[in-house]
């Protein structure tokens, strides 16, 4: 009996007194980022964007053909983004237009939109419609 209580107190000491594993070294500082494209390449992304931006709005809003007895006004901005390399334009537009019955309200439209220009995307829409007649 003695000799198992030596085991079971041998065992519990070396247990206890085995080493802890070594916490793990921190990683290497990564280097510092660097910039993709220069900052004259990056002006010159950015121009190209407003560039594409004008002409895709051009296209798409401004050469569109408006119904007859239909106002339509427009506005657009773009962004180009770095880290995706993508150049959006939001276009924000409204159109009113007058109903036809006799005694008919004007019916205005509010459209706001996010397109990817290269892609000729839309990733998001906003429509509002409104008839005109009190609630």
Avoid at 73 to 98: E, P
Avoid at 118 to 130: C, G, I, P
Wanted: hydrophobic fraction near 40%; proline fraction near 6%; charge should be neutral.
């Amino acid at each position: 009996m003695a000799a198992c209580v030596i085991v079971v107190l041998g065992l519990a000491l070396l247990t206890s007194c085995a080493k802890a594993p070594a916490p793990p070294r921190p990683a290497a500082s990564a280097p510092a980022a660097q910039p993709l494209v220069s900052a004259s390449a990056s002006y010159e992304v950015k121009e190209k964007c407003a560039r594409d931006a004008r002409d895709w709005y051009k296209h798409a809003w401004e050469d569109a053909r408006t119904p007859a007895g239909t106002q339509a006004l427009s506005s657009y901005t773009n962004h180009y983004n770095a880290r995706l390399g993508q150049c959006w334009v939001l276009v924000d537009g409204w159109t009113i237009s007058k109903d036809k019955k006799p005694g008919g309200k004007a019916v205005s439209r509010e459209q706001m939109t996010l397109t990817d220009v290269l892609e000729n995307r839309d990733a998001a829409v906003f429509d509002l419609l409104s008839d005109g007649h009190d609630k």
